[in-house]
């Protein structure tokens, strides 16, 4: 639930940020790479070349868009190899005295349509794409002669200017990501403590009321002993008092304020079988790890059976750790144990006591 | 000591605020010739001014969980064992922490009071199920690390009816269950507060060859190790 509602509002922000970049680097691609291409048609090594690699970028760029808005990432590469490619051909094209200029767009503008790409990347994705451009883009500078300090400087902004934006907006785009997912949490957990909250109120709620049936059985028994009317020699009265004792040590015993689904499920057998007059007692300890519901049930079904054929009393122990559960019976009884279908990790062991049997069920973390 | 087989027995003190469960205790102590009841009532100074070896402390007097006397007295060396309706192992360990010697849930104790006073009085281990289920439940940092087969003992231990089905289960003799779990007892005496009771029960481990003396150094914690 956590991780949910987490999602949800870090979705809101992160679909903002993606839009961002989205209409940044179509307004560029519209606004300042086409002027630059169409108005320099004339000047250019192939003319051709710039305009298909004006074409590749825009249709990687919608490409990008709608895997990246549709939360579909498909395979990154054969894009980064087109846009790479395209990019190549823009350096090669243009004129050593257009190189710095406007009309040499394609290796200012990379960084936009990467990041639309590699937008679900880890930042290094995008600075290894980056650092491949400024080698592209320094080949083509040396190539063209201009390897004095000047030329060195300009190619060194441009190719600052290609990843600087993009990262700030990046690591902004998560910052809020990062703020919002606290945000969602705490609000989650919250929540979640008010539901234990009044989990553990319902439950209070129910103890209460068996308190009050337990001491008003216990009442009874203690006041006929009291005055006179039943004999602690009477075998009925011994086992009534038995009985109520153990009814409250069961409550005694139950010192958690939001009951665990398989303490719950035994509990339920213990119940049962008490209604028959068995004196069960039920002790827990350690903590008791999230279970699948399969593997509950072929823990507790085992000592359920049991627990329904004891004649007089049982012990019901339940110990628990992150990797391990083990619930055991020892009860007096002629029960046949039916192993119930394998579930993941769960071993079942019987072993007759003369007369009593021990029953264990433990499951291990696979 | 004298000769004298009355002169040798335990002197036992048992302190409860109620009467019935006191006369009850009595009764479970009185079978045993080789202890004797010398002071009883619901005021632990009284009882323990009359000279106990043991003293038989329920946790839960006139309302309050007296943990902080179970402290002071085992500081000054008496041997307590604690019974009490609580099962819960942040209360078992806390008991144990403070120095008690041992600890009995009341509903064990026909079956184990007498084992555990007699122990109790030569500084020895006697841990009843329900000490060996919260050694089991302990999630605490500083828990000692026990072995896998002192852990299966105390596991069984805790699950089972006698010490002969533990040994059947774990296809070992009586005696080595028992050795395994006297020995998870004892590494929970090198933890907490450090207290006469608990170096006695160490250095009796060791005469009794249950550790050896280099070996209680080398009891790592979970936080430790």
């Known amino acids: ?366 | 000591m004298g000769g004298d087989a009355v002169a040798s027995r335990v002197r036992v003190g048992i302190v409860d605020d109620h009467p019935v469960v006191v006369e009850g205790v009595r009764s479970w102590l009185s079978g045993d010739d080789r202890l004797e009841v010398v002071a009883a009532g619901d005021d632990v100074d009284a009882v323990v001014a009359a000279g106990v070896d043991v003293l038989l402390l329920d946790l839960n007097l006139h309302g309050r969980l007296v943990l902080d006397r179970i402290a002071d007295l085992s500081a000054a060396g008496q041997r307590i064992v604690v019974y009490s309706q609580h099962t819960e192992p942040e209360v078992v360990l806390a008991v144990v922490d403070s120095g008690a010697v041992a600890y009995l849930s009341k509903d064990e104790g026909r079956e184990h009071c007498v084992s555990t006073v007699v122990a109790a009085a030569a500084d020895r281990p006697y841990v009843a199920p329900t000490l060996a289920g919260a050694f089991i439940g302990d999630r605490r940092n500083q828990r000692p690390l026990l072995s896998d087969k002192e852990r299966e003992a105390l596991l069984l231990w805790f699950q089972s009816m006698n010490k002969a089905s533990v040994a059947r289960r774990m296809g070992i003799s009586e005696h080595t269950v028992k050795q395994y779990v006297d020995r998870a007892r004892v590494k929970y005496a090198r933890i907490g507060r450090p207290a006469p009771t608990k170096a006695a029960l160490l250095a009796r481990a060791i005469e009794d060859r249950l550790v050896r003396a280099d070996e209680i150094g080398e009891y790592r914690s979970h936080a430790a190790g």
């Open chain 1, 1 to 366: 639930m956590a991780s949910h509602s987490a999602a949800v509002v870090t979705e809101r922000y992160t679909r903002s940020a993606q839009l961002a970049v989205v209409t940044i680097a179509a307004a560029w691609h519209l606004a300042m790479d086409l002027p630059a291409t169409i108005g320099n048609l004339d000047r250019f090594r192939s003319p051709g070349a710039v305009v298909a690699a004006w074409a590749i970028f825009g249709a990687v760029g919608a490409l990008g868009t709608v895997r990246l808005l549709r939360a579909r990432p498909g395979p990154a590469w054969p894009l980064l190899a087109l846009l790479v490619a395209a990019d190549a051909m823009v350096l090669a094209a243009a004129p050593p005295d257009l190189f710095f200029t406007a009309a040499n767009w394609a290796w200012g503008a990379l960084g936009w349509f990467v990041m639309i790409v590699l937008w679900h990347r880890p930042i290094r994705d995008f600075l290894a794409v980056l650092a491949v451009n400024a080698g592209l883009s320094l080949g083509a500078v040396l190539a063209a002669g201009g390897g004095n300090r000047v030329d060195l400087g300009r190619w060194a902004m441009v190719v600052y200017g290609t990843g600087a934006l993009q990262l700030a907006l990046k690591a902004g785009a998560e910052a809020l990501n990062t703020a919002a997912a606290q945000a969602a949490e705490s609000a989650t957990a919250l929540a979640a403590v008010d539901a234990e909250r009044a989990a553990a109120a319902e439950l209070h709620r129910a103890r209460g009321e068996r308190y009050r049936s337990i001491r008003a059985a216990a009442g009874a028994v203690l006041a006929d002993l009291a005055e006179g009317r039943g004999d602690p020699a009477d075998p009925q009265l011994r086992r009534r008092c038995t009985l109520e004792a153990s009814r409250l040590r069961r409550l005694i015993a139950e010192a958690d304020d939001v009951p665990d689904p398989l303490l719950h499920e035994l509990r339920a057998c213990a119940d049962l079988a008490e209604r028959r007059g068995v004196v069960v007692d039920l002790v827990s300890v350690g903590q008791l790890p999230d279970l699948p519901v399969a593997v509950r049930r072929a823990l507790a079904e085992p000592l359920a059976q049991v627990l329904a054929a004891t004649r007089t009393g049982a012990r019901v122990a339940v110990a628990g750790t992150a990797d391990t559960v083990a619930v055991s019976v020892v009860a007096d009884g002629d029960v046949t144990v039916l192993a119930p279908a394998e579930a993941a990790g769960v071993t079942v062991t019987c072993q007759d006591e003369g007369g009593r049997l021990w029953v264990e069920t433990r499951w291990r973390r696979g």
